[in-house]
């Protein structure tokens, strides 16, 4: 069903109340009017109409943010205990289950995805970041070292905060791009300014909330909404900022780490874009490879930082594996998030849908065919048909360039030479992850080592686990979110040595 009103949706009451409210910045543990007094309207992408709006921040509003959490870092966070502050972890995921229908609600409405993904995945997967991180707050620890210096010395490190960190986000997965940031940081006692993208504050904005319910004091998560061109520079220049961690655009990272540099050298860690190789081998279970093809570059209408958008086919199964994976893409169902039976919903704005579509006329242009999809539908809303196209390769558009759309670039091959088949999938700036399926172990270890990206899956399209780090290789990013590699992120070491005698 397509061209939906928001009067179409039942909104549970908790959801339908929070969109009513005046929603203001969090600083310092209030809810407050942006100093400007400005306030933005905030949409649903899937019937284009306005949800609710927003303050909106300047610079100033980001200054006070820094304070408040400098305030916190000096102050009442620092008394706080690690084992404290994995309580107060543990409870932030016990609200956010707790409160798991509104903010799975708030999240379909402003990012489109479909409410069941919202409700089964995204919920699920934040409240298991904030606890897997809670275990971490009592295990960040030094050593104790061995000096050869002349004397007696004793000597150890500490692995201490690293300070006010800014956290900067994308609009793909609001809640649980917030929730990658905001756990780590907290677990190694360090304090927030957070800004969600510009079209997707209101999941981020409640996180805050439950975060206070959660016993977290005021002025740890400080939470500014806005636009990047404004507020993400007040950020990243601002030189009371220790640290910057982004998601988003590679474009936008590399403007992000030159203000981190320029401004005072603040640490900055990147999580960037990607064009993700999937390699199907003859070998392969075909129905689970087709299953994993497609949910890896249709979920969420293929804007998902590792959407699995070249597909690289072994010749001998090459017509079964992308006419099976045009059949699914036909079949899945189209339509705004909120209402029942849509496997996806709409892209997030109209830019991204011009975008979109201008990346598929360019690949027809180009000469790719189109197998399966191509259109936009409905007169309402960013809707985009899955999309599947043949006859790509490198030097076309659809094959060198991030969509973040739900297209596909089918190729096959016919090189039994794993470093040839590595070195097509390689064969990008961009490295943030992979899949290959296969039942030859041999072959899935070898290739496991030589594709140059963050992430390899084997026999699987997605492995999102708490413990596993994530980041990229190449222009996929600088540094790991998840698993303990994230912790470096918001630690420095120091080394202290005593000379005894
Ligand atoms: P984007 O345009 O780079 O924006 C990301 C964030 O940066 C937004 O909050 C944006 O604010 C802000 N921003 C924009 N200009 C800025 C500036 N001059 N200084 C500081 N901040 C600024 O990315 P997007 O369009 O939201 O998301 C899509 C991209 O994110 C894709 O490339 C995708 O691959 C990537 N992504 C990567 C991962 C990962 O983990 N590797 C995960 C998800 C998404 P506004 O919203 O106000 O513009
Ligand atoms: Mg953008």
Redesign the pocket.
């Known amino acids: 069903m397509l061209d939906v009103t928001f009067k179409d949706y039942l909104l549970t009451p908790a959801t339908a109340a929070y969109l009513a409210r005046q929603h203001g910045l969090m600083i310092d543990g209030q809810s407050v009017a942006a100093l400007s007094g400005k306030r933005k309207a905030i949409y649903d992408p899937a019937s284009e109409e306005e949800i609710t709006t927003v303050a909106e921040s300047g610079a100033e509003d980001v200054d006070l943010a820094v304070r408040a959490a400098r305030a916190a870092f000096e102050g009442a966070w620092a008394k706080v205990t690690p084992s404290q502050r994995g309580r107060i972890l543990n409870r932030i995921a016990d609200l956010i289950e707790a409160n798991g229908d509104e903010l799975a609600e708030l999240e379909c409405l402003n990012s489109g995805k479909p409410l069941q993904f919202c409700r089964n995945v995204d919920i699920y997967g934040v409240a298991d970041m904030f606890r897997y991180m809670a275990g971490w707050a009592t295990k960040i620890t030094g050593d104790t070292h061995n000096p050869s210096m002349p004397g007696e010395w004793h000597a150890y490190t500490l692995r201490q905060p690293v300070g006010v960190v800014g956290q900067?986000?994308?609009?793909?997965?609001p809640m649980n791009?917030a929730a990658w940031k905001i756990a780590p940081a907290l677990a190694a006692g360090c304090t927030i300014v957070l800004?969600?993208?510009?079209?997707t504050p209101l999941t981020a904005l409640r996180i805050a909330e439950l975060a206070l319910e959660a016993g977290l004091p005021a002025g740890v998560l400080n939470v500014v909404t806005?636009?990047?061109?404004i507020i993400?520079?007040a950020?990243?220049n601002h030189p009371g900022i220790d640290k910057v961690a982004?998601?988003?655009?590679?474009?936008?990272?590399k403007?992000?780490a030159r203000?981190c540099v320029s401004s005072n050298l603040k640490k900055v860690s990147l999580?960037?874009?990607?064009k993700s190789p999937v390699i199907v081998f003859p070998d392969a279970d075909i129905d689970a490879a087709v299953a994993g093809i497609a949910g890896s570059i249709f979920f969420h209408a293929g804007?998902?930082?590792?959407a699995g958008s070249r597909l690289y086919v072994h010749d001998k199964v090459y017509d079964r594996v992308v006419e099976a994976v045009a059949a699914r893409a036909k079949a899945l169902k189209v339509g705004p998030g909120m209402l029942p039976g849509h496997d996806l919903g709409p892209v997030i704005s109209r830019a991204q849908h011009e975008s979109v579509m201008s990346y598929i006329e360019k690949g027809r242009g180009e000469g790719a065919e189109v197998v399966t999809g191509g259109r936009s539908l409905g007169q309402k809303g960013y809707f985009i048909e899955p999309t599947v196209l043949a006859n790509t390769g490198p030097g076309m558009t659809v094959h060198d360039e991030?969509i973040?759309g739900p297209v596909l670039c089918a190729m096959r091959f016919d090189e039994e030479d794993l470093a040839g088949i590595a070195a097509r999938a390689n064969a990008s700036p961009y490295g943030?992850s992979s899949s290959v399926w296969t039942r030859d172990i041999s072959v899935a270890h070898r290739l496991a080592k030589m594709i140059q990206s963050g992430i390899v899956n084997v026999n699987a399209h997605t492995s999102p686990d708490a413990s596993l780090p994530?980041?990229?290789y190449k222009q996929?990013?600088w540094g790991r979110?998840r698993g303990a590699e994230v912790l470096d992120l918001y630690t420095q070491i120091k080394a202290v040595a005593v000379k005894l005698a």
């Not at 982004?246 to 990272?253: D, P, W």
């Open positions: 900067i986000l994308p609009w793909n997965f791009m800004k969600p993208a510009e079209a806005g636009k990047g061109s993400g520079d950020i990243t982004f998601t988003g655009s590679t474009e936008v990272g403007h992000i203000s999580e960037l874009g990607g804007q998902v930082c590792a991030e973040f943030l994530y980041g990229g996929s990013g979110e």
